[in-house]
């Protein structure tokens, strides 16, 4: 299958949008400083998964092989009693997917899995991540903002859609030039909104620490 045929073309920040997920290779690409798998949850996922108490969303930090991906979930999800059923399967079915795929596009070894759950301003400033890419998937709330760096944030300030997988580099990534790609999670302070997002990072050894 020929990438370009899945993919739409760069813009000015270097980031493109595929409709699938062959599409995440194009990370790899020296113009291409991100890459947003273009998809929507399932409307009545997505209600379940707005509708649970943020007591009852997963919450972890963990590194380990591809595999075990989803054993992890799956406990995640059993310490914050997130409610078992045909949703909750789809949840964590999804997250191993994409693990699986991150694992392959970025030849990992060793994954480093975080399940987030923020309600306040955390990482309001635009950054890049010290490591050589990180996928990010925003599951409920606001997806994460993006746009090209500089002095201040970005002038033109994009969100990514909620479920869909974001992936980008950051400052270890060895390929140059840089786009200058920088990101934050969206500013929710007062809001009332609880985001559960998941990020993944390749990492070469399971001691490692970030």
Do not use: K
């Not at 273009?38 to 591809?66: C, I, K, N, Y």
């Not at 050589?132 to 599951?139: D, E, G, H, I, P």
């Not at 033109?156 to 869909?164: F, K, L, N, W």
């Not at 974001?166 to 030039?177: A, E, Q, S």
């Amino acid at each position: 299958m020929m990438l370009h045929s899945l993919f739409r073309p760069a813009r000015i920040d270097g980031v493109v949008s595929t409709p699938q997920p062959d599409g995440l290779w194009l990370i790899r690409s020296p113009e291409v400083g991100g890459v947003i798998w273009q998809r929507r949850p399932l409307a009545a996922f997505q209600a379940w998964l707005d509708g649970l108490d943020a007591a009852q969303l997963p919450r972890a930090r963990v590194v380990l092989r591809p595999d075990a991906v989803r054993a992890a979930a799956t406990a995640a999800c059993e310490s914050a009693a997130t409610p078992d059923g045909p949703e909750r399967r789809r949840f964590i079915d999804d997250v191993a997917a994409l693990a699986d795929i991150f694992a392959d596009v970025m030849d990992a070894r060793w994954l480093r899995l975080r399940f987030d759950v923020v309600d306040g301003n955390a990482c309001r400033r635009f950054h890049t991540d010290r490591v050589s890419a990180r996928l990010v998937c925003t599951y409920r709330g606001t997806g994460t903002q993006y746009g090209l760096g500089g002095t201040g944030d970005p002038e033109a300030i994009r969100t990514v859609p909620t479920g869909a997988p974001f992936v980008m580099r950051g400052t270890l990534w060895p390929v140059r030039p840089d786009p200058g790609l920088v990101h934050r999670s969206p500013p929710i302070e007062g809001s009332g909104e609880t985001r559960l997002l998941i990020v993944l990072d390749p990492v070469d050894e399971p001691c490692e620490e970030t």
